[in-house]
C-alpha cells in the first residue's frame, strides 16, 4: 500500500525549495544535449510532448478534470505559431505568446462545456470538440493547408541568437529553455494556496464549496491555463519542425498523451516528463521497426498496468478518483 | 444516391439503425455495469471479419454469416467478460479507459497484423443489390433490408425485456444493482448474460455494416466516438434513448454530408455536443 | 435574542415523496440547538437546504435576516455558515494540516494566491497549526487523510468546519460511528466554543442531545413534531409515540 500522498512534499506543506533529486533531472536534460548530439530531434520532441503532458497534468492530476482532448490547444497553439510563420512574423518568441493565447483562448471558450457534467461526460465533450477542431482544420484547408500541412514556414532566430540547424542542436537548447521556464511557473501556481485548493477540488469538489471556494472558477482558471501551456507546447512543435500537419488535432495524440501521463505518474509535475521520455524513447525502437508490433505491445502494456500496478503508478489515480462513492 | 429529401432521410435511418445496432450493448454495458468501454467497437469489427472472410474464404452465403457473426462476437464477449472486464466494474473511470483503449490498440494491431491493413470486400448477394420503389421513392434494397433486421431486433429485445423474468431481472439490475443482489438476483450473471448478448449484437452489427460503413482494421477507433456519442446523448441504459439518439445522428450526419458537404463532419459533433448540453443526463434517464 | 438563522415554510420534494413540509424553524444566536428524530425524517435533507447544496421546493431561508434561499454553497460560507457532514466528506490525498490550511486560506480570502507556495503564509500556517492541536490531531498532522482512523476523520470534520470562524456551525452527527471514550472529546470540544458561535446539530445520542444542548427541536416525517427545553421534550408524549412506535417496529 502506498504510504503517502503523492503531494509534491512528501508529508509536509507545499514549498518552492528544489530537491535534489529535481536538480539532477535538469542537469541531466542539459547534459544530454552534450552527451547525445545525434539524437537532439527525437529529445527535442521528448521534451516539447512533455510539456505537453505537463499541461495535462495541470488539469487531470491536479484538478480531477479527465480530458481526450487536449489536443485541441496543442493544435490550435501549433497552426498559431505555423500561420504567422507563414505570413511573414518569424520572430518565434511572439509566436509562442501568440500561441500560448490562443491555446488559452480555445480552453477558455469551451471550458463551460467541459466543466459541465462528471467524467463521462466531460471525456465525451473533450473528443468531440477535438474532433470538431480537426475537422475544422480539415475543411479549412486553404488556410491550415489541409492534410499536406504548413510547411514554407520561416522561423527567425531564438532571441535573435542561433539559427534552427538540422541537427537539431538550437531546436534542442530552444525547446528545453522554454520547457524549463514554463515548468517554473508551473511549479509555482501546484505549490501555491491555489495549487493547494486544486487537489481538494480533485478530491471532494463539493466540500470545497462547503468551505466557501468558488470550485467552477478556480477550474475554470486552471483549464485556461493548461490550454496556454499546450498551446505552447504545440508551438514549440510547429517552430522546431517547421512543420504542422492534422495530426496535432487528431484524437490519438491526445491518447498518446493520456497513456504518457498515466505511465509515468499523474499530479506530480514530473510525471508527464518521465511519461514523455520513456514513452517516446520506447517508440522511437520499437515503432521503427513495425508500427503494428508497437501498437500492440502498447495495447497490451495498457492492459496489464491497469491489472497489475493498482498500487503503482496508476495507485494515484485510484485514490484520486476514489473520492467519489457512486450513489448507487 | 439519395437525390431527395424522402431518399436522404431514409438513408439516415438506415445509417442510425445501424448504429443503434452496434452501440446498443455499449448502452447497456454502460448503464448496468457503469463501465466506459472504449473497446466496444472491436465486436463490431471481430463480427464483421467473420462474415467478410466466411465469404470470401468459406464460401458461406452472406445471410448464414450473419449468425455465424453473433455468435462470435458473442463468445468473444463472453470470454473477455468473465476473465477480465469483470475485474474492473469498481475501477475509476480513467482506468476502465486505459484499460478499454488498450484492448482496443491490441484488436486493431493483431487484426493488421493477421489480415492486413486493407478494406475489406463484401460481396452482397443478388437479391439484396439495387433499389426498389416505395411509395413513389427509390430506396435501396440492402438498406431496407437493414432496417428490417434492426427493427425486429429491437421487437425480440422489447418482447425480452418486457416479458421474460431474465429481462425483468436486467431491468432491475439497471435500477439498482445493490438492491436487486439484495433480493437474490444473480446480478453477476446479468452482468454476464448482458455483455454477451451486447457484443453478439454489436458483432451483428459490424457484419451488417460492411457494405455502410466499410470494415479495416482501424474501424474500432474510427467510429468509436460516434459510439460513444448515441449512448452518452441517448442515455446509457436504456433501449429508447440511443435508438432517438441514434437515428438523430444518422440523419443529421447523411443529410449534412449530402447538402453541405464542406462542414457536415463539424454539425454533427455541434449537434451531439448541444444535446448532451441541452440534456445533461441523455435524452432518456434510466430511472435511478 | 435575535434569530440568527430563520426558515419559513421551507419544503422540499422528491417526485412523490415529500422530503420536508413547511418547515419553519428558528435558530437564536450564541444557541446551542439540537435536531433529532427518527431516521429518514429529512434532518440531513434540512441542513442540505440550510446550506444551498440542494435547493428548496418552496420557502424561504433567512441568514441575520437576510434571504438566501437561492444564494449557492460557497456565498453562503463566506456570510459566515459552515457545516460537518454525517458521511465523512474529507480529502483523501491531502493531510490533515493541508485540510485545516485550504479552510483557513479560503476563509482569509487566499484561494487565488498562485505566486508563493503555501509555506509562505506564515500567519494561516500557525492558526491552522494551534487548530489542530485544539482538535487532539497535533500527532497527525502530516498524515493523509485517508489513512486516517475514523474516529479522527471525525475531529478533522470539526476541525475543518471551525477554521471558517463561522457565526453559524451545523453539525451532522458530529460523533457517529465513534465509540464512547471518544465522543467525549468531540464534544468537550464543542462545549468550549464561544457564545459568538451558534450551532446547530443534529445527534442520535439522547445523552449528549440532553446534557449539551439549551434547545431541542424534533423533526419527523418532514415536520416538525416538537421544540421546546431538554425537560419538556422529554415530557412529551408524542416524541415517546414516534421513538418507541419506531422501537416497536424495528
Known amino acids: 500500500m502506498r504510504t503517502q500522498s503523492r503531494a509534491v512534499t512528501v508529508g509536509r506543506l507545499p514549498d518552492l525549495r528544489w530537491r535534489p533529486v529535481e536538480i539532477v533531472f535538469w542537469a541531466a536534460a542539459v547534459a544530454a544535449f552534450f552527451l547525445f548530439p545525434r539524437y537532439l530531434v527525437l529529445g527535442s520532441q521528448i521534451l516539447i510532448t512533455g510539456l505537453f503532458a505537463v499541461s495535462l497534468d495541470l488539469i487531470l492530476g491536479y484538478a480531477g478534470v479527465v480530458s481526450l482532448g487536449q489536443a485541441a490547444m496543442f493544435g490550435g497553439g501549433a497552426y498559431t505559431a505555423g500561420l504567422l510563420a507563414t505570413h511573414g512574423w518569424s520572430e518565434p518568441i511572439s509566436g509562442l505568446l501568440a500561441a500560448a493565447a490562443v491555446g488559452a483562448g480555445i480552453a477558455f471558450a469551451t471550458s463551460f462545456l467541459v466543466l459541465r457534467g462528471g467524467d463521462l461526460t466531460r471525456l465525451i465533450v473533450t473528443l468531440g470538440i477535438g474532433l470538431m477542431l480537426y475537422e475544422l482544420a480539415n475543411q479549412a484547408a486553404t488556410i491550415t493547408g489541409g492534410v499536406d500541412g504548413l510547411s514554407d514556414m520561416v522561423v527567425g532566430n531564438p532571441m535573435g541568437l542561433f ?43 463539493e466540500r470545497m464549496s462547503a468551505l466557501g471556494a468558488p470550485v467552477r472558477r478556480r477550474l475554470t482558471a486552471v483549464y485556461t491555463l493548461a490550454g496556454a501551456v499546450a498551446g505552447l507546447a504545440g508551438a514549440l512543435l510547429a517552430q522546431t519542425t517547421q512543420f504542422v500537419g492534422l495530426e496535432v488535432l487528431g484524437f490519438s ?76 | 444516391m439519395p437525390g431527395s429529401l424522402p431518399g436522404v432521410l431514409f438513408d439516415g435511418i438506415a445509417y442510425g439503425s445501424l448504429l443503434f445496432l452496434i452501440s446498443l450493448g455499449l448502452s447497456v454495458t454502460m448503464g448496468l455495469m457503469s463501465f466506459i468501454n472504449l473497446a466496444h467497437g472491436a465486436f463490431a469489427m471481430a463480427g464483421g471479419y467473420v462474415c467478410a472472410l466466411g465469404m470470401e474464404r468459406l464460401g458461406i452465403p452472406f445471410l448464414a454469416t450473419l449468425p455465424l457473426a453473433f455468435l462470435a462476437a458473442a463468445a468473444a464477449g463472453a470470454l473477455l467478460e468473465r476473465t477480465l472486464y469483470r475485474r474492473l466494474y469498481r475501477r475509476s473511470p480513467l482506468e476502465q479507459v486505459l484499460f478499454s483503449l488498450g484492448l482496443t490498440l491490441m484488436a486493431v494491431a493483431a487484426t493488421t497484423w493477421v489480415f492486413g491493413p486493407g478494406h475489406q470486400p463484401v460481396r452482397l448477394p443478388g437479391f439484396l443489390l439495387g433499389q426498389v420503389r416505395v411509395l413513389g421513392i427509390d430506396l435501396g434494397v440492402y438498406r431496407l433490408f437493414l432496417v428490417g433486421v434492426v427493427v425486429l431486433i429491437a421487437l425480440l429485445l422489447a418482447a425480452l425485456l418486457r416479458g421474460t423474468r431474465l429481462g425483468a431481472r436486467i431491468r432491475a439490475s439497471v435500477d439498482d444493482a445493490q438492491t436487486s443482489a439484495g433480493l437474490g438476483i444473480d446480478v453477476e450473471g446479468v452482468f454476464f448474460l448482458t455483455f454477451t448478448l451486447g457484443s453478439g449484437l454489436a458483432g451483428l452489427g459490424g457484419a451488417l455494416a460492411i457494405d455502410v460503413l466499410g470494415l479495416d482494421p482501424t474501424f474500432p477507433l474510427k467510429y468509436l466516438v460516434y459510439f460513444l456519442l448515441v449512448v452518452v446523448v441517448g442515455g446509457a441504459g436504456t433501449i429508447a434513448g440511443p435508438l432517438v439518439a441514434s437515428l438523430v445522428l444518422g ?29 445533461p443526463g441523455g435524452l432518456r434517464r434510466s430511472a435511478r | 435574542m435575535s434569530a440568527v438563522l430563520r426558515t419559513v415554510r421551507l419544503s422540499r420534494r422528491w417526485g412523490a415523496l415529500q422530503a420536508l413540509r413547511e418547515v419553519s424553524f428558528t435558530l437564536e444566536a450564541g444557541a446551542r440547538h439540537a435536531l433529532i428524530g427518527p431516521n429518514g425524517a429529512g434532518k440531513t435533507t434540512f441542513v442540505n437546504l440550510l446550506t444551498g447544496v440542494v435547493p428548496p421546493t418552496a420557502g424561504e431561508v433567512f441568514l441575520d435576516g437576510q434571504p438566501i434561499t437561492w444564494l449557492p454553497p460557497d456565498l453562503r460560507v463566506r456570510r459566515g455558515m459552515a457545516r460537518t457532514f454525517q458521511i465523512t466528506n474529507l480529502f483523501p490525498n491531502l493531510t490533515v494540516l493541508e485540510a485545516v490550511m485550504l479552510a483557513v486560506c479560503e476563509r482569509n480570502g487566499l484561494g487565488w494566491r498562485w505566486r508563493s507556495p503555501v509555506t509562505a503564509c ?69 462545549t468550549g466554543l464561544p457564545r459568538e458561535v451558534t450551532i446547530l446539530f443534529i445527534e442520535h445520542d439522547v445523552d449528549l442531545v440532553f446534557r449539551f444542548a439549551d434547545r431541542i427541536s424534533v423533526l419527523a416525517s418532514g415536520s416538525i413534531l416538537a421544540e421546546g427545553s431538554a425537560k419538556e421534550i422529554a415530557a412529551d408524549a408524542r416524541v415517546r409515540e414516534v421513538y418507541l412506535g419506531e422501537a416497536r417496529d424495528a
Open chain 3, 122 to 190: 506564515g500567519e494561516q500556517i500557525e492558526e491552522a497549526r494551534r487548530i489542530v492541536r485544539d482538535l487532539f490531531l497535533a500527532e497527525d498532522a502530516d498524515t493523509p487523510t485517508r489513512i486516517l482512523p475514523y474516529g479522527k476523520q471525525r475531529l478533522l470534520e470539526i476541525a475543518v468546519a471551525l477554521a471558517l470562524r463561522p457565526r453559524v456551525l451545523l453539525l451532522d452527527e458530529p460523533a457517529a460511528g465513534i465509540p464512547g471514550g471518544q465522543r467525549q472529546e468531540i464534544f468537550s470540544v464543542l
Open chain 1, 253 to 328: 495524440r491526445s491518447a498518446e498523451l493520456l497513456i504518457m501521463l498515466v505511465l509515468g505518474g499523474t499530479g506530480l509535475l514530473y510525471g508527464g516528463l518521465v511519461g514523455a521520455a520513456v514513452f517516446m524513447i520506447a517508440q522511437h525502437f520499437l515503432s521503427g521497426v513495425n508500427p503494428v508490433y508497437w501498437q500492440f505491445w502498447l495495447g497490451l502494456l495498457l492492459v496489464l498496468a491497469v491489472f497489475f500496478t493498482p498500487g503503482g503508478i496508476l495507485g494515484t489515480l485510484a485514490s484520486t478518483w476514489y473520492r467519489r462513492r457512486r450513489p448507487r
Open chain 1, 163 to 205: 539559427a534552427f540547424d538540422l541537427a537539431g542542436r538550437t531546436a534542442y537548447a530552444y525547446s528545453l529553455a522554454v520547457l524549463f521556464a514554463v515548468f517554473c511557473l508551473c511549479r509555482r501556481v501546484v505549490r501555491s494556496p491555489f495549487g493547494l485548493s486544486l487537489r481538494g477540488i480533485r478530491d471532494r469538489p
Open chain 2, 251 to 279: 440523419v443529421f450526419d447523411v443529410a449534412g454530408k449530402y447538402y453541405v458537404p464542406g462542414i457536415g463532419a463539424f454539425v454533427i459533433y455541434g449537434l451531439m455536443i448541444a444535446l448532451l448540453l441541452l440534456f
